[in-house]
């Protein structure tokens, strides 16, 4: 087999072993610097937040899209270009992900007056499992196509079965609808077709931001234990 190296090359690692030691001491100094001072950019799966994918059938560019979604408060850097046909973007809104207390009012208000006002027992909204109000109510059961057609004129709302007694839910609209409305509205000549709409709330990520911080230093423990036993205890 043909050498990619030749027999005579000689490099001395041992005697640069003092350089290149103090090159990743530095390099490792500036990482916990940065990490610390500067930051890490989370996603939307460690904040919290909304992503929406979107494609149009006719040419779009971003400026519009960007002009579109920006009434809503949304940052220029958070709608992106992703894949190659020029046509498809990513909006992430990170923070808020539920309904606004607009919508809440009406979906209460709209089951007061079907059923009483001291119908409802109850009324939790919970933005960690996407944006689902939990509904508690007095007296009988009522079955869900009943509850459907009291919601009715609360537009893009849907009305879920509960294991539980005497309660159900109620699935809101967010922000996740809140751009999908605002596209198909300012940019309805370009077709827009939503791909994927991913909702997370600040507890979850949370959760998962500090999840995957004790993952990453029990990884490092046990790759510093590999090499203490796999190596000599002065090389590793």
Known sequence: MREL???????????????????????????????????PRW???????????????????????????????????????VGSSGNSFLVRVQGASGANEADVSKVREALGVAFGPDWISEFRVDAEVGTRAAVLYNGNPVPQAQLAAALAAVPEVQVQASPEE???????PGV????????????AAKEPVIDRADSVGPKVGGNLREAGLVSLMITIGLLLVYVAIRFDFSFA
């Not at 799966?45 to 909304?50: A, I, R, V």
């Not at 005497?166 to 809101?172: D, E, G, I, P, Q």
């Not at 996740?176 to 940019?187: G, K, S, T």
């Open 176 to 187: 996740a609808e809140q751009i999908r409305d605002v596209l198909a509205n300012e940019l």
């Open 166 to 172: 005497n309660t159900f839910y109620v699935r809101l």
């Open 43 to 81: 996603s939307i799966d460690f904040t919290g937040g909304t992503e929406v994918e979107v494609h149009f059938q006719q040419p779009t560019t971003i400026a519009e899209v960007r002009e579109a979604v920006g009434g809503m408060g949304v940052s220029e850097d958070a709608v992106q270009s």
């Open 5 to 39: 190296l030749p027999k005579t090359l000689y490099i001395d690692f041992v005697g640069k072993r003092h350089f290149f030691a103090g090159l990743s001491g530095l390099a490792m100094v500036v990482s916990l610097v940065l990490f610390f001072v500067v930051g």
